[in-house]
């Protein structure tokens, strides 16, 4: 499938050189990060938190002139309507002010993100490796474990990255061409309430042009992606014995550390 990126390049984004995901050795899904060399870029609807990649385009904010704008673009799209005809579609639409009614906006939201979170794919890491409650809720309670990638080899191979903001408040958004749509999707992907901030998180994203399948999601890395795998300080002997065998035989020599040992 096609797949298309609205990232600034990568030379001009400050990251770590290595970035982090906690994930738990006794989850089926999350054991593919090393058996499989694989991330998954997960879809905004399965997130926790309700506002994440959820900002919406505020429609309801237009005056008039913006209004105006947004109505004439969408209404030269029609190449079946003579030019006059457009401008009495824009003139009517203006009249119905159909983007001031709240009902329609929701309806509308409902619509547009069904199929943006069916096509967006999220992978949410931290420059942080040594967050207890990361390790707590991500990795088994310290009995998983912490993958940590070259963040330079791994933006690069899946299209690009950034880190993750965290204003007071989230940013208006208004519509294209008001405002252009890598800046809408920018924000709506790299902004998060200020309470998330503990997470220090960097993220990537993928778009797809049609509705991306569980297949699609699963994307397999190549090997000099991985820096270092750190072991929960709670993994019984039997998951250690396990982890590093499958380290070893689908990864390489890379550096398995300890928790106790690295925080």
């Known amino acids: 499938m096609k797949q298309e990126t609205t990232f600034k390049n990568l030379d001009d984004i400050e990251f770590p050189k290595v970035l982090y995901k906690y994930r738990s050795w006794n989850n089926i899904y999350n054991k593919r990060f090393i058996t499989e060399r694989e991330v998954?870029?997960?879809?905004p609807n399965q997130f926790e938190d309700k506002?994440?990649?959820?900002?919406?385009?505020?429609?309801?904010?237009?005056?008039?002139?913006?209004a105006k704008t947004v109505y004439t673009r969408i209404s030269n799209l029609d190449e079946n309507l003579s030019r006059q005809q457009k401008r009495n579609r824009v003139r009517e639409l203006l009249n119905k002010k159909d983007y001031l009614k709240p009902?329609?906006?929701?309806?509308?939201?409902?619509?547009?993100?069904?199929?943006?979170f069916e096509r967006l794919g999220i992978l949410s890491l931290t420059a942080e490796n040594c967050l207890d409650s990361m390790w707590e809720k991500y990795a088994d309670n310290h009995s998983g474990f912490c993958v940590g990638y070259n963040s330079r080899i791994l933006f690069n191979f899946l299209g690009g990255g950034g880190k993750v903001a965290y204003p007071h408040q989230l940013p208006i958004l208004l519509p294209y061409p008001i405002m252009s749509r890598e800046e809408i999707r920018w924000k709506q992907v790299y902004f998060k309430e200020k309470k998330w901030e503990f997470e220090k998180e960097y993220r990537t994203q993928k778009f797809w042009e049609y509705p991306a399948t569980i297949s699609d999601r699963q994307i397999t890395l190549p090997k000099e992606a991985f820096n270092c795998v750190i072991l929960g300080k709670n993994m019984n002997e039997y998951d250690r014995i396990e982890i590093i065998d499958s380290i070893k035989?689908?990864?390489?020599?890379?550096?398995?550390?300890?928790?106790?040992?690295v925080c």
């Open 51 to 66: 506002f994440d990649c959820k900002s919406p385009v505020r429609y309801d904010l237009m005056n008039h002139k913006q």
């Open 249 to 261: 035989n689908n990864i390489g020599n890379i550096d398995i550390k300890e928790q106790k040992n």
């Open 103 to 116: 009902e329609f906006n929701d309806n509308y939201q409902k619509i547009y993100f069904k199929g943006y």
């Open 40 to 43: 998954f870029m997960a879809s």
